[in-house]
C-alpha cells in the first residue's frame, strides 16, 4: 500500500495537510509538508499478516523517488539507504493499544525500513542514531543515489539482513501512529478492532447518558446529546456545554463573561473557576478508542468526549509539530490540547425528581 499527497494512480492513499480543529489545510498543495510519494507498507499474505513500513515511494518509472535535499547514504551492506525531505516518523504504544497503553518513543523509519532516532529537525541532513535494523529487506530496494530530481534506481535485490539492533523495527502493531509530516495516521488491525467499541455501542451510550436525564445546574433544563445523525452543526437547546477547565455541565447561557481575560472565558457559577465554555460532542469514531468505557471525559478545549482510558491516553500522547516540537491533540478533530492535564472529567447533575 502506498501513501503520499500524490494523486497519480501509484498512490492507493492520498493524504493531505490538516490543521488544528480537523480541517484541512489552506493554500496550494505546492506547499505540503507531506511527501509525494510519502511511505509504502508491505503486508505478508500468509497469517500472522505482519505489516512492514519504508519511507518513500516508486514513482510512474518504478524509481523510489526522493527529494533532491533527502538525506542519502550508503549502508554497510552496499545498499543505498536514504530518508525523505522531512521524514516519516513511526511511535508504536507500550502495552499495545488497549487499556493498558501508554505512548512509546518516537522513531524515523528509512526507505530500507531501518529504524533511527530522530534528526535534530525534520528536514536536517544528518540522520539519527540507528536503533534497529531490518531483518528482512523488501524486495525493491534503493541500489543507487538519485539523479536528477532525486529519483533512485531500484533493483530486486532480496538480501536478508541476520543482524539486528537493539529491539526495534519498522514492524506495525495495533495502534502504532504515523506521522508524515502534516498528517498523522493511526494503525489498528482486525484483531485489535474486534476489542474496540463498535457504533452501537457509541449509540447505546449516548441513549444512555440521555436516559439518565442529566440537568443543567442553573436553568434546571434537562440536557441530552444530539444524535450523530444531525451532524456538527450548532448546538441545539438541549446540547450540554462544559466549563473545560473544572468540568461542570451546564446548557447554554450568555452570562458570566470575563472578556478582560478573552472572549471565550466564562466563569463557572458553581465553583467560580474561569475558563473556555464549551458544547459537548460524542467522539463517534471507534477505531480512536482504548475501549468501550462510559463518556466520562472532555478533551479540553474542543469538547470531545470519550471514556477515562481514551481521553488519558491521547492527552498524553504527543504528536510531532512542526520541525521538531510536539503537542497532544485531540485525536477526534486535531485540536491541540490545553490545560494541565488536556482532559477534564465531567461532573454532571441529575434530575432533582
Known amino acids: 500500500m502506498r501513501i503520499g499527497r500524490s494523486t497519480e494512480?501509484?498512490?492507493d492513499f492520498v493524504v493531505t495537510d490538516t490543521s488544528p480543529g480537523g480541517g484541512a489545510a489552506e493554500g496550494p498543495s505546492a506547499q505540503s509538508t507531506i511527501s509525494r510519494y510519502a511511505c509504502r507498507i508491505l503486508c505478508d499474505r500468509r497469517p500472522p499478516y505482519t505489516a512492514r513500513i519504508y519511507a518513500a515511494g516508486f514513482d510512474a518509472s518504478s524509481n523510489i523517488f526522493l527529494g533532491e535535499r533527502a538525506a542519502k547514504w550508503r549502508t554497510p551492506d552496499g545498499l543505498m539507504d536514504g530518508l525523505t525531505t522531512n521524514g516519516v516518523l513511526v511511535m508504536h504504544p507500550a502495552g499495545g493499544f488497549s487499556e493498558d497503553s501508554a505512548p512509546g518513543v518516537w522513531r524515523e523509519i528509512s526507505v530500507c525500513g531501518n529504524v533511527y532516532t530522530l534528526r535534530d529537525s525534520r528536514s536536517a541532513q544528518q540522520r539519527g542514531k540507528l536503533t534497529g535494523r531490518q531483518t528482512?529487506?523488501?524486495?525493491?530496494?534503493?541500489?543507487?543515489?538519485?539523479?536528477?530530481?532525486?529519483?533512485?534506481?531500484?533493483?530486486?535485490?532480496?538480501?536478508?539482513?541476520q543482524s539486528q539492533v537493539e529491539n526495534e523495527s519498522n514492524v506495525l502493531q495495533d495502534g502504532s501512529l504515523i506521522d508524515l509530516c502534516g498528517a498523522t495516521l493511526l494503525w489498528r488491525t482486525p484483531?485489535?478492532?474486534?476489542?474496540?467499541?463498535?457504533?452501537?455501542?457509541?449509540?447505546?451510550q449516548r441513549q444512555e447518558a440521555n436516559a439518565a436525564r442529566p440537568q443543567c445546574p442553573v436553568g434546571l433544563s434537562t440536557l441530552a446529546f444530539p444524535s450523530p445523525a444531525r451532524g456538527r452543526t450548532a448546538p441545539d437547546k438541549q446540547q450540554p456545554w462544559v466549563y473545560v477547565r473544572c468540568g461542570h455541565v451546564h446548557?447554554?447561557?450568555g452570562w458570566g463573561c470575563r472578556r478582560e481575560r478573552g472572549p471565550q472565558e466564562r466563569e463557572c457559577p458553581l465553583c467560580r473557576l474561569v475558563g473556555p465554555y464549551v458544547p459537548l460532542w460524542l467522539g463517534q469514531e471507534a477505531g480512536l478508542c482504548l475501549d468501550p468505557g462510559p463518556p466520562s471525559h472532555a478533551f479540553a478545549p474542543c469538547g470531545h468526549v470519550c471514556s477515562e482510558k481514551t481521553a488519558r491516553y491521547w492527552a498524553q500522547t504527543p504528536l510531532p509539530h512542526g520541525t521538531h516540537a510536539f503537542h497532544a491533540a485531540c485525536p477526534f478533530c486535531g485540536a491541540w490540547l490545553t490545560g494541565e492535564h488536556g482532559c477534564v472529567r465531567l461532573i454532571f447533575q441529575g434530575p432533582l425528581d
Open 136 to 161: 528482512k529487506v523488501p524486495k525493491h530496494s534503493v541500489h543507487t543515489t538519485g539523479g536528477p530530481g532525486g529519483a533512485a534506481k531500484q533493483g530486486a535485490h532480496r538480501h536478508t539482513v
Open 251 to 253: 446548557g447554554y447561557h
Open 191 to 204: 484483531a485489535g478492532l474486534l476489542r474496540a467499541p463498535t457504533l452501537k455501542q457509541l449509540e447505546a
Open 9 to 11: 494512480n501509484m498512490i
